[in-house]
């Protein structure tokens, strides 16, 4: 290659990298915003869950997945069959086996002898084990987490999620415990038992997301990043990608997309593991503590939404807008209060070494911002790509250039 024709090359990755750090950078000053928040979506009784493409006896027999007969395995059509004829709530936990996503609590909930068996055996368990041919409209979460648990009806009432990622590492989720996760799947069966009564709360649970509902016809979705053994499997994070593709093919990308699903601790609220929505303390001068959120209180809903788990609160913040004012129920003692949210600001922005479907696929993969040359020029881009996310949180617009 001439030394023209290199130069060419670099300047030309350097233009897509520089067009995500503006971008990025434009957030500081007002130039981007979110994109607004989808509408809430009403259940769908005749609404598709899932489309096989694989059949779950010979995809265990493959993955050796030890899990209790308790489990319908990888059939979501399966699982809302039985929930229709028993009419209990389901329960779906999405888990990548080959990640080997915290195998304790995987092992634990999952087992024959599980110590959770009690509740469980009040839900239709299913266990999805790749996002083939799942409604991705549906099953919406943070597809940055590796273990995810949704809950819901048989006619597509969605009652809530569980599994957050608060660390860079897929394997130690810290979060994920087994009294937190004993207590959402009670409050799932509360919700499910006044479902007449609380029905319209339920309603911000879904919204509608633009494009095809189905994962495999994603038009920027790629699963060249994975080994052969798993050539054609869709991770969630790969979901996570494709859809963040597309925004930037459209030109859409915003503050949302970049730090999607924060953490209760962005707006200073710190939780305990064993409960999920008990409050253990409170960051000063944050918007929890200045709405009068106190250590001790008990997150009972948000934005009118009623919440079962952490992820529930990351939902909700996940999908207002930047500048907004929610009302928070908390109880306290014996009393139920409700308090006033005030976000404004930078609350959203957080690390992303946690988001898999922020890098590096997102610079390897797709568009003029993402495509790189061969060799190492993927790695480049990847730590290239982090140097903008922080050049643009630090730096005023017109110096990112130097950066990126």
């Known amino acids: ?22 971008v990025l950078a434009a957030t500081q000053s007002g130039q981007v915003q979110s994109q607004p928040p989808n509408s809430p979506a009403t259940a769908q009784p005749n609404e598709a869950w899932f489309r096989p493409e694989a059949d779950p006896a010979e995809l265990w027999k493959i993955l050796r997945d030890e899990v209790s007969s308790q489990w319908i395995y990888h059939d979501l059509d399966a699982a ?43 839900f239709v368990c299913v266990r999805v084990v790749k996002m083939n041919g799942v409604n991705r409209h549906l099953f919406d979460f943070d597809r940055d987490v590796p273990l995810v648990a949704m809950f819901l009806a048989a006619d597509g009432t969605v009652y809530g999620r569980y599994g957050t990622r ?12 087994l009294p ?25 649970k879904r919204t509608s997301p633009q494009g095809t509902p189905w994962t495999d016809d994603l038009p920027t ?15 969630c994070h790969m979901v996570g990608e494709a859809a963040l593709g597309m925004v930037m093919r459209e030109r859409k990308l ?39 959120v106190r250590s001790g209180d008990q997150l009972l809903r948000l934005d ?80 290239r790509w982090r140097s903008c996310i922080r050049a643009a949180a630090q730096r005023k617009p017109g110096s990112v250039r130097e950066t990126c």
């Not at 979705?221 to 991770?235: A, D, G, Q, S, V």
């Not at 939780?271 to 303390?281: F, K, W, Y």
């Open 80 to 122: 809302r069959a039985d929930a229709r004829r028993t009419g209990k709530p389901i329960v779906a936990l999405f888990k990548c086996v080959p990640c080997g996503s915290a195998p304790q609590f995987d092992d634990a909930v999952s087992r024959a002898d599980s110590p959770l068996a009690d509740v469980l055996d009040q």
């Open 180 to 204: 937190s996760f004993r207590k959402s799947l009670e409050r799932v069966l509360a919700l499910h038992a006044e479902r007449p009564r609380v029905g319209v709360a339920l309603a911000g």
């Open 166 to 177: 608060p660390t860079q590492s897929r394997t130690e989720l810290p979060r994920h415990t």
């Open 304 to 383: 009118g939404q009623p919440l079962v788990s952490e992820a529930d609160v990351s939902w909700v913040l996940h999908h207002v807008d930047d500048n907004a004012q929610l009302n928070l129920a908390v109880r306290r003692g014996d009393q139920t209060m409700d308090v006033a949210l005030s976000l404004t600001g930078e609350w959203r922005k957080g690390r992303t070494e946690a988001r898999a479907s922020l890098t590096p696929a997102p610079i390897c993969s797709y568009g003029p911002i993402l495509r790189t040359a061969t060799g190492n020029s993927c790695r480049w881009a990847k730590w």
């Open 254 to 292: 915003g503050v949302r997309d970049l730090w999607p699903f924060p953490l209760p601790d962005n707006i200073g609220l710190r939780l305990d593991q064993a409960d999920g929505l008990r409050v253990n303390s409170v960051t000063a001068d944050s918007p929890a503590a200045r709405a009068g």
């Open 221 to 235: 979705l790629n699963t060249n990043h994975n080994p052969p053994e798993l050539k054609n499997c869709i991770h």
């Open 1 to 22: 290659m001439s030394q023209s024709s290199r130069r060419k090359q670099r300047l030309g990755l350097a233009a897509g990298v520089l067009a995500a750090g503006l």
